[in-house]
């Protein structure tokens, strides 16, 4: 079983930086694989970012990539998604989510979710 939670949400400018964080319950945290998801009103839930639970390779949606960056230390069990040059249309609630998986852009195949954190990007 594991518990999530994330933070660091909140309204920034266009071309701004948030560090969203995940934190995690339970001792095995670090055989999960660990992926940040995001739903804006109206639209699907959509992939932004993956770490796997070994080595530490990391994933991206195309429209995140270069801006994003995800990392994990799995001392803390707390996952981290540092977005720069923020922009107006990646404004939506975020939420993080484990699997004992390959890493997936399937939200339906992780089995722990967060409560997520909403995320404002003015213009």
């Known amino acids: 079983q594991v518990q999530l939670v994330e933070s660091g949400g909140g309204l920034v400018q266009a071309g701004g930086s948030l560090r969203l964080s995940c934190a995690a319950s339970g001792r095995t945290f670090s055989s999960y694989t660990i992926a940040w998801f995001r739903q804006a009103p109206g639209k699907e839930r959509e992939f932004v970012a993956a770490i796997r639970s070994t080595g530490g390779s990391t994933y991206y949606a195309d429209s995140v990539k270069g801006r994003f960056t995800i990392s994990r230390d799995n001392a803390k069990n707390t996952v981290y998604l540092q977005m720069n040059s923020l922009k107006p249309e990646d404004t939506a609630v975020y939420y993080c989510?484990?699997?004992?998986?390959?890493?997936?852009?399937?939200?339906?195949?992780?089995?722990?979710w967060g409560q997520g954190t909403q995320v404002t990007v003015s213009s």
């Open positions: 989510a484990a699997g004992r998986i390959f890493v997936t852009k399937n939200w339906s195949s992780y089995d722990y």
